[in-house]
């Protein structure tokens, strides 16, 4: 699945061409922001947001002889868990070559074959200037520019109470882990 739904306005900028079929080599379409809060209904906001609505995608794993149909897992995974998963299911190990990079991601190989614990971890991200990092049920979000916003994941997942003022301690904490992500060149050890 994609993150997010897309509300971007394109009509005005003339790259569909409307004599090819949607899909083929020239069409660009997009459904706009009231269709686009539909699709990311009941999260807020879109694609490129740092809200739910922008960032919140099922993993959907299909393995017959390995993973018990109809599960569902709770832990967070990112993009940067894939490679180590991957490696992790096919015994392959990651190179020790000093100039190849360990991959920031965790295995999600346990989570795919039933574990129930959930690790609680940190992961940040930004896109567009807006950012985000969440720790645990925790997550500390901004629309580029604008003050941090804290929610509690186990009980508001649609971002809709914002904690940051009551939490004080808590968001501090997530701003300078967040901070400290950048400075370190966007990697978690």
């Known amino acids: 699945s994609d993150n997010g739904a897309c509300a971007e306005n394109i009509a005005g900028r003339k790259l569909h061409d409307s004599n090819v079929p949607i899909g083929a080599r020239g069409s660009y379409i997009a459904y706009d922001e009231p269709w ?13 947001n740092t809200y739910e ?16 149909a109809g599960q569902l897992s709770r832990q967070v995974g990112h993009v940067i868990d894939i490679m180590p998963t991957l490696s992790d299911l096919a015994g392959a190990p ?14 999600l190989r346990d989570y795919l074959m039933g574990a129930s614990e959930i690790k609680s971890r940190q992961i940040a991200w930004e896109h567009f200037g807006n950012r985000a990092i969440i720790d645990g049920k925790w997550k500390l979000v901004a629309h580029k520019d604008a003050d941090w916003e804290l929610y509690d994941m186990e009980v508001d997942r649609t971002e809709l109470n914002d904690l940051s003022t009551v939490e004080t301690e808590m968001k501090d904490k997530l701003e300078d882990a967040y901070e400290k992500w950048v400075k370190e060149g966007y990697r978690f050890r």
């Open 53 to 68: 609505g922008g960032s919140a995608t099922p993993f959907i794993a299909y393995w017959p002889k390995q993973i018990q």
């Open 36 to 48: 686009a809060n539909v699709s990311s209904t009941p999260f807020r906001y879109y694609k490129k």
């Open 94 to 107: 990651y190179p020790t070559n000093p100039a190849i990079k360990l991959p920031d991601g965790i295995s």
